[in-house]
């Protein structure tokens, strides 16, 4: 077998192998909350936001899930985010932020080239819904691979359900892996039907290292990179001040505030930020 594969299909799944996704959307009151200083003296992690440790899975897993904790986790490993909505911003901080979410695309920019997925404004309050991220609905790659190999990532495309041999430069690889479907939708191209090829053990076809790499080369480049699966147990949002400045470079719009508020002790005073996030997303039922 070649390793030459370039088209993405596969063969539909039938309505047997399919196991609907389960749809969930969550709301998440985000607050950080601080002083310039404090901020500027923790460093890089500093304005950050996330569940508390252990508690990802009762907040992002589906209810019925909690009895079998172990379950829960692993199923909001590899959730497909389908959009996120700010509901809600308030912002008491006397600087403009950037607030990053670190499992939606950061889309809006500024003059350095740096992104975040919204920017607030100081001293604001906005309670309009603005949709920061919405999925392509009309991939039908994306629908497809939610739909009958949901449980194979970027991470483990290369190993999961792939037995290695210790020496040798050939793998075994369970007929189920959408490896074998990418080989059956390109027979054409590569000139061998995959299907002719006997299997080990009635289930496990032998390939070599080369053509695994180039098809799950091919799958993450056509595929994968395209869909936004994201661990929710890493779930946090983080705020960062504008244009790479500190959180204690005066600059202009500190200059401005402190002249108007006749505050010289800006930086040690409280301050917070709030959000309310909508997350909708697709875990395995």
């Known amino acids: 077998m070649s390793g030459r594969a370039t088209t993405v299909a596969a063969a539909s799944p039938s309505c047997e192998s399919v196991t609907p996704n389960t749809r969930l959307t969550r709301r998440l009151n985000v607050c950080i909350s601080g002083t310039l ?11 950050t936001w996330k569940p508390i440790d252990g508690k990802q899975v009762f907040i992002f897993s589906n209810n019925s899930d909690k009895t079998d904790l172990s379950s829960a986790v692993n199923s909001i490993k590899n959730a497909y985010v389908l959009s996120c909505k700010v509901l809600e911003v308030k912002s008491s ?8 979410i670190n499992c939606i695309p950061n889309t809006e920019s500024v003059e350095t080239g740096e992104r975040f997925a919204f920017t607030a404004l100081p001293m604001s309050y906005n309670n309009t819904p603005h949709v920061l991220f919405e999925a392509d609905a009309t991939n039908t790659d994306n629908l497809e691979w939610r739909q009958q190999y949901r449980e194979y990532t970027a991470e483990n ?13 050939y793998v075994f690889v369970h007929e189920t892996h959408p490896v074998i479907a990418l080989l059956r939708a390109n027979s054409d191209v590569i000139g061998t039907k995959i299907d002719e090829a006997a299997k080990i053990d009635g289930e496990w076809f032998k390939l070599s290292k080369q053509v695994l790499d180039t098809c799950c080369n091919v799958l993450n480049q056509k595929v994968l990179t395209k869909m936004n699966c994201q661990d929710l147990n890493q779930m946090q949002v983080q705020l960062k001040r504008l244009d790479a400045k500190e959180w204690t470079d005066i600059g202009d719009v500190l200059t401005e505030y402190m002249h108007d508020h006749d505050d010289s002790s800006i930086f040690d005073r409280p301050c917070s930020f709030h959000a309310r996030l909508e997350l909708t997303y697709e875990i395995p039922h």
């Open 37 to 47: 200083a404090n901020f500027f003296a923790e460093g890089q992690g500093a304005a």
């Open 93 to 100: 901080l006397p600087v403009p932020v950037g607030v990053m």
């Open 157 to 169: 495309l290369s190993i999961h359900n792939v037995l290695p041999v210790s020496g040798m430069p």
